[in-house]
């Protein structure tokens, strides 16, 4: 059972929608997109979203338990949509920590966690999230950083859009139910077995300086462990880090 699910043809942003909307709408509503004019990611940062052959998605979670409980709700996000993959063939996609869908060094697609609400009681979390299917040749160029899309892991024949918009839109409504009841626990060992940055030489960037790790896997919370040359073992969470392959 999911609440709505709305199709616009043209939206500033599917996260914004549904947090204008969300006190009225019911748990699990989506808004899906065939363009955005203001599509964001992490730290205000743009999405590229122009119409065509991709994916602009937004569904709307509440949780009872503040956003305590919401430790790892990104990196869950990120298995559903690899198990969403999985659905349509596609098994070649991983991720990297913590937000993103990369297959080989590109990015596929990513995804957006914005909390509402209380800190210790009721809150809402809207989970967006943007797949490329089949991307426009010019946006490579204005990415900034390597991307790519289904078309390009599949050789030319991309899924059918609506099925990979079915099956994302399943997964994410089964998988945020299962991250109700037992928090990222459930989701840990697929997040392991598809972890890009395990004994990877990384970049870690932080507001207080930079530095360079090897990736050790993410804790029980989601927090990625990284090793420091200087043997120190490091617990870094999401909300201020940028981890950039070195
Ligand atoms: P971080 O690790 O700090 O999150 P990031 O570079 O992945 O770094 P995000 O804010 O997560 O940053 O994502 C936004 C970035 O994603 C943009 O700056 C751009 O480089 C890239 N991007 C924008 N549109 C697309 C798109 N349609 N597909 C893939 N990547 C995109
Ligand atoms: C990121 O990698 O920083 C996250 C990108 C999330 C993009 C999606 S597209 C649907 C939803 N609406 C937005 O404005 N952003 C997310």
Redesign the pocket.
């Known amino acids: 059972h999911i609440g709505m699910l709305e199709v616009h043809w043209d939206i500033d942003s599917t996260s914004s929608e549904l947090a204008r909307r969300n006190p009225v709408l019911d748990d699990l509503s989506f808004v899906l997109a065939e363009a955005q004019s203001a ?12 119409p065509g052959m ?1 994916l602009y998605l937004s569904v709307l979670k509440r949780f009872d338990g503040g956003f305590a409980s919401l430790s790892g709700l990104s990196l869950a996000v990120g298995v559903m949509i690899l198990r969403a993959l999985d659905e349509v063939g596609i098994r070649t996609a991983g991720l ?5 869908v990369m297959a080989g060094n ?7 966690v914005e909390l509402s609400g209380e800190y210790s009681g009721p809150c809402a979390a809207v989970i967006g999230v ?1 797949l ?1 299917i089949r ?1 426009p040749d010019s ?1 490579h160029e ?4 390597p ?3 289904l078309a390009a892991l599949t050789g030319g024949q991309p899924p059918d859009r609506n099925h990979v918009a079915a099956a994302v839109v399943s997964a994410l409504a089964d998988g945020l139910r299962a991250f109700e009841r037992q928090g990222f626990a459930a989701f840990a060992k697929e997040y392991a077995a598809s972890d890009l940055l395990v004994g990877e030489s990384l970049r870690v ?1 932080d507001p207080r300086g930079e530095y360079v790790a090897t990736g050790e896997g993410v804790d029980e919370r989601g927090a990625l462990r990284v090793r420091r040359a200087d043997g120190e073992a490091v617990t870094v969470d999401s909300a201020e ?4 392959r070195s």
């Open positions: 599509g964001r990611g992490r730290r205000g940062r743009t999405w590229l979203s122009p991709n990297k920590w913590p937000n993103d590109a990015k596929l697609a990513g995804i957006l943007g490329n991307l946006l204005r990415a900034g950083q991307i790519t899309d960037i880090v940028s981890v950039r």
